[in-house]
Structure formats: structure tokens, C-alpha cells
């Protein structure tokens, strides 16, 4: 198991920066495939990106790619979102997650194949 903290939200103005953190604890994390989800009010959750357990894999959602850059830091158990050039469509509660599975298996950006998360982070971005 993987217990996740997330951090670094808040309300920014469209065209800010923002970097997202995620503290996890429990031996597992080094392992673990992360990634970045987001869920706006009455939306589903929608893939923003995720990293491989060695790091050198990353994948980033469609509505954020060019925006967005997912990093880890295995020996501060932390994974980072730096998110540049907001905008307003980017509000949403972020939630931090991990793939316990690890390197058996793929880098997916389906939420079912995530299994520990974290309570999440508000982002407001104003217009």
C-alpha cells in the first residue's frame, strides 16, 4: 500500500504556473507507476499525465500536453506536476495516484488501474 499527500494547490490567475506535489509513504512507492488525475464539478475523471516507476516513461492527457511536466523524486517519495499557462478549464480537484503493479505492467492513464490515491488538491484558475 501507498499512502499519498498531495500540495501546492490553490487560486492562481490564467497564464500562472503551478507545481503540484505528492508525498508518499510506504515502501511500494519506489515501484509504483504515478500519475496525475483531475475532476472538474459534474465531470469525470480525466487523465493529466503520468511516470513510470524508473521515471523514463511519461504520458500526458491531450487537453494539457505542451503544458504539463510530470517528474519523480524516488528518494524524496514525492512526484511533481508543473503546470504552466493555466487556464480557467483547468479547475478541477487534482488527485495523486499510484500503480502498485508497477514495472510487471505498463504506464495506463485509466483511473481503475490505480489503486492507492490521495485526497486531492484544489485548483482554481481565474480569467
Known amino acids: 500500500q501507498v499512502q499519498l499527500v498531495e500540495s501546492g494547490g490553490g487560486l492562481v490567475q490564467a497564464g500562472d504556473s503551478l507545481r503540484l506535489s505528492c508525498v508518499a509513504s510506504?515502501?511500494?512507492?519506489?515501484?509504483?507507476?504515478m500519475g496525475w488525475f483531475r475532476q472538474a464539478p459534474e465531470k469525470e475523471r480525466e487523465f493529466v499525465a503520468a511516470?513510470?516507476?524508473?521515471?523514463?516513461?511519461?504520458s500526458y492527457g491531450d487537453s494539457v500536453k505542451g503544458r504539463v511536466t510530470i517528474a519523480r523524486d524516488n528518494a524524496k517519495n514525492t512526484v511533481y506536476l508543473l503546470m504552466n499557462s493555466l487556464k480557467s478549464e483547468d479547475t478541477a480537484v487534482y488527485y495523486c495516484?499510484?500503480?502498485?503493479?508497477?514495472?510487471?505492467?505498463?504506464?495506463?492513464?485509466?483511473?481503475?488501474?490505480?489503486?492507492?490515491w490521495g485526497q486531492g488538491t484544489q485548483v482554481t484558475v481565474s480569467s
Open positions: 510506504g515502501r511500494a512507492f519506489t515501484l509504483s507507476h
Open positions: 495516484a499510484a500503480d502498485s503493479r508497477g514495472a510487471l505492467y505498463g504506464l495506463s492513464n485509466t483511473p481503475i488501474e490505480y489503486d492507492n
Open positions: 511516470i513510470n516507476w524508473s521515471g523514463h516513461i511519461k
